[in-house]
């Protein structure tokens, strides 16, 4: 999913909300917030009673790039292994293969709050530059092919213009929220 809007826009809100839902139904949830992560401490709190359902890809809230690239890869190997584990068991997404009762897989929730902030980056050396285009990468991967693997994204941006969100990625984010902005043509690019 994809929700934009000015500063001050309910965003936040909106996101806490979608978060606490996917914690009452015991999802996967990281949260990617670089601004420190204050925004979601309440439901980090609610979080932490059900921790054990993950497998040991990280904290709840994430605000280093680096960790960042370490989860999108994570992520990308979870869904390559459930993909194969779905063609084994001749079903075609986590729905189907959860009815059949073997092993259950959990959906998993990612949420960029300002994910501006991991890809409008200006990269100032190559590590830097490289870490970024691996994390871009990974992104459009997870975007293409994550969701009959029950791993969704959910990015927040203030305005998700397409030099700060790859089309690819926008494409695939396939529900929209539109928070208020000053100028409609701010909410012509997020609703597309």
Known sequence: GLLGGAT???KINLLRCVIHQAILKRRNVQVFDFKGGGDFVSVEREAQKY?????????????????ARQLLLALTVEVEGR?????????????????RGWDRFVPWLVVMDEAAELLDVKPK????????AEIDHLLRKLARTSRAA???LLLGFIRPSADVLDGQIKNNLLWRVCGYFADPAASRIVLD
């Open 83 to 99: 993909s194969k584990k779905f063609k084994e068991a001749g079903v075609t997404n986590i729905t189907e293969y959860n009815a």
């Open 125 to 132: 050396d190559k590590a830097e530059k490289e870490l970024y």
């Open 8 to 10: 001050s826009s309910g």
């Open 150 to 152: 029950g791993v969704h």
């Open 51 to 67: 921790r054990d359902l993950e497998n040991g890809y990280g904290p709840f809230i994430i605000s280093d790039p680096e960790e």
